[in-house]
């Protein structure tokens, strides 16, 4: 504490001679806060209103500082503060019993202007005196932060909470623990993470030491409480238990750590913010043993399962003990179900711990209980030594609520097509169904935590489909047609279900059982080969085999011929080649020659005629085997993949996939069988890490691979496994060399040639993408090298760059924008890993418009009511809605606004009316919609009228972001 905040401290008791503020200064030094956080909850989803609350724990020994004062600052991190006034304190028996700790808490309701995020903090300059792993204790601010996070992209956020009290003692040589009992209201995941204590943002206490520094023990190097080696001081980042073993010198320490919230969008986790909690421990000198709690081993459990459990608790010494649980499933209403333990202890309710204390658990799980990420019960036992403080320790039981597997009723095949059934899903809050689908399906029963599909088991998602319709109703039936391609034949299909629960608590049931068809009659040719046999950039060559109609249709005259058919990708495109080598083809083999098999994947497909040249059908598509290497020190790690209609993860031996490897320059004959690969249960993945011949991998050396898959249809009348290779590819472990830069230029290709293009075609669009393009490296070397791209973004000209997404391509569509402005940077990635230098910016920017009219006749009649700008608001196209938009309207519509402010002035220069998108109510609307009224609600008589609009745009290049519009208005009644 600082000296002008004593002299305010000790003001408010009537210190007015030196020698009382002294005394004040005796008093206020002496332990004041110890611990707190803030936290925010957000009054609801329509709202940008939060209400925030700063809970702190104070001493009340040898003090009469209060928390808060005229020097005590909470700022909500968007410009605006607040003082915290004086707030008495509530003693708390539960936590100390000789009454010596207190809360206080704060709450205030703070609205925000817009997106963003933002730092909630609070300073006060009541730091303890003596704190010892800090410098000037007395002199530093007590400081606290949270980070709330609005953004519409993410959803609705509140803070998570936090329910234990962070009030524990400590011994010398006896491990302390602690854990903040955090939950997030929301369901998101949590982590916790150790930060060193603040006196102001972005500003570190002074000499900060960690509990374990060496300075605070004599025998350092045995100080942890088996005196087996030095003390420790961490968190456990899932669960949030912080454990120091063992404490050394006696005295006050200070720590802050965070707990970090984190919400899953679209596969890819972001950072939502974060509560800091600042604390104390205070290190007594006793000697106490600590008591212990025995927890049951994590689990899942099944919806409307009822799960029970019993907890004990021991102590060395034998004193009295009192177990506590913590966890957001004892506080839910009674229409939710909430978890129960009894007994619940009292403050000075202690049982013996000799024979073991116990808790009883008990908890009836529902549907609405399903959720992504474990609930965490946290069991704190203390004990109640004769003498000295009580000890705690604390212990987490994760506890997982899964949906239950959803259940089959039939499955039929018509027409190449499957028409699956299922029972109603037991928990109708659930919000889609996942349908999944293999080639011939396998065996499988989930572990008891093992929910959703196994990515292991190669089954592929082929659709999801709500749980209810519009109507309310169960949707319990599919029809798979592939696509309307139809499902390939000659193949055995099987399907599982998964249900999915919403958002941003997510959840996943256990997969169903199988459901098998098939095979689907082979009336047209079956693919079962598409096999590297050379790799070469120019000379490489691809076996193509097929098995002909095996159940060709009565009306086809046999013998077959075909055409067979080749694109580049896994998928087919429209750039298709015919590539039959003679008219009339009636082998069932090709050799595909003079392909570039070193870089590219191919597809292929067979066209099938009878002996009159009538159509008969085409076979499925199927695409060659890529590998790809991935360096990694003194390891190689392959892994490989093809778009086939027959399953490369099949149960009948041989399935196991070949791993064949050689020296650089090896062709496919020199290559040599080194291992295996169980793809059912280890996926299309392997790391050489030398132990086919028990010699580690030598990072002077490239190493080439090749790759054997093993398929099959599941079809008797196909015998299997069908065996088709991967091209060569060569790697160098320890590689650590980056790619070359890209190559300039990146383009981009819009569905109009410029912005006067693009206000003759479009007015109002939901969303936009962008495309881009790029080239490959010229030099050979550096071609090579390469095996995909990092697409970086930023919304701003100058702003700082974020990772997109990755491909293999050198085209990406950046889709489901909100505009066009964006600029990006492309670096090259090589297989081990590396990334090259970052290309050159290239940006795209809007066609931004805004347009007001100068008239408008607010007088009932109902029609030009309102003063707006132009859009296609209210524009009505006749029942057909085909009809051409006035080119009026389109040419002058609002494009790209993002914010509006707008000024009426008389003719007189007084203000009569203000408008800002940015306040209370009127945020989001862009087009004024002024009715002729004042500011106070009057209308304004008829009569020409200036006005200022200040209207913000969305821009690529900020230096254009912002435009100033002058006009005038006749206002006619």
Known sequence: MNFTALVRKCSRVGAISAILMMVC??????????????????????????????????????????FGGDQDVLN???????????????????????????????????????????????????????????????????????????????GCNNTPRLLIPPIDHACPGVTWTHNPGAYDPDGDSLSFT????????????????????????????????????????????????????????IGEYNIAFHIVEWR???????????VRRDMQILVDDCKNQRPDVIVPKDTCVVAGTELKATIFGTDPDKDPVKIEAFSEIFNYPAAQSPATYTPVPGVNDFVPSDPPAETKFDWQTQCLHVKDQPYQVVFKITDKPKNGPRLVTFKTWLIKVVGPAPEW???????????????????????????????DGSPFEPDNCETGMPAYLGYELIDVVNIKDGAGNPVTKYTDSNKGNGLAPGAKYCYRLVAVFPLPRGGESYVSKDICVGPVPSDVPTITHVSVQKTDITAGQIRVSWKKPLEPKVQFVQPFHYDIWRAVGFARGQDSTKITPTANFADTTFLDQGVNSEENVYNYSIACYDATGAFVGNSATASSVRLDAKSQVKKIELNWSAFVPWSNQIQSVPNKHLVYRGPEGATEADLV??????????????????????????????????????????????????????QIMCAQPGDTIPPCKLEPPIRSTVDFKDCEDYFNKFCDRDTYSNVLYWNRAKDPACRNDVRSYNIYYTNKKGGEYALLA????????????????????????????????????????????????????????????????????????????????????????ARFVEQVEFKVFNRWGEEVYHYDTTVGDQKGSIYIDWNGRDNSGSELSTGVYYFVA???????????????????VHLIR
Not at 47 to 64: A, C, D, G, P, Q
Not at 264 to 274: D, I, L, T, V
């Open 25 to 66: 200064f005796a008093k206020s030094h002496a332990t004041h806060l110890r611990a707190g956080e803030i936290t925010a909850v957000r009054e609801n989803c329509n709202s940008l209103t939060f209400v925030i609350t700063v809970t702190v724990y104070t001493n009340t020994k040898n003090t009469t500082v209060l």
């Open 76 to 154: 909500f991190g968007d410009g605006n503060t607040t003082l915290v006034p004086e707030t008495p304190n509530t003693i708390r028996l539960d936590l100390d019993s000789d009454g010596s700790v207190a809360t206080a808490s704060y709450t205030i309701r703070h609205t925000y202007s817009g997106v963003g995020k933002y730092t909630i903090s609070y300073r006060e300059p009541n730091r303890n005196e003596g704190v010892l792993n800090m410098d000037a204790s007395v002199n530093t601010t007590f400081y606290l932060e949270t980070v709330v996070n609005i953004d519409p992209f993410l």
């Open 194 to 249: 150790m930060k060193i204590p603040y006196s102001d943002r972005n500003t570190q206490v002074i000499n900060y030491k960690d509990p374990n520094d060496p300075k605070f023990y004599t025998n350092f190097g045995q100080a942890n409480e088996a005196g087996t080696g030095p003390p420790t001081f961490s968190i456990d980042p899932v669960s949030g238990t912080i454990t120091w073993d063992a404490p050394g010198a």
């Open 264 to 274: 899953k969008r679209n596969g890819q986790w972001f950072e939502m913010g974060y």
């Open 409 to 439: 009723v039939s499955a039929s095949l018509v027409d190449r097509r499957t028409s699956l059934e299922w029972d109603p899903y037991f928990c109708l809050n659930a919000q889609s169904m996942q349908i999944w689908r293999k080639v």
């Open 673 to 726: 069988l080194i291992d295996s690969v169980d793809v059912s249960s280890s996926g299309f993945i392997y790391l050489d890490e030398g132990q086919w011949n028990g010699t580690p991998l030598d990072d002077n050396t490239t190493y080439c691979y090749r790759i054997m898959t093993r398929g099959g249809y599941g079809n008797p009348k196909i015998p299997q496994p069908l065996n088709n290779f991967s």
């Open 806 to 893: 990755n491909t293999t391509d050198t085209t990406y569509t950046d889709a489901n924008l909100r505009s066009f402005a964006r600029c990006y940077r492309i670096a090259a990635v090589d297989r081990s890993g590396n990334e090259g230098e970052k290309s050159e910016e290239m940006c795209i920017d809007n066609c931004p418009h805004y347009e007001l009219p100068n008239v408008f006749t607010p007088n009932g009649d109902k029609f030009n009511e309102l003063f707006s700008a132009y859009s296609l608001r209210g524009y009505e196209c006749g029942e057909e809605g085909n009809c051409p938009i006035p080119i009026e309207i389109m040419l002058k519509c």
């Open 950 to 968: 200040k209207v913000k745009f969305i821009t690529v290049d900020p230096v254009d972001q912002v435009q100033n519009f002058k006009g005038w």
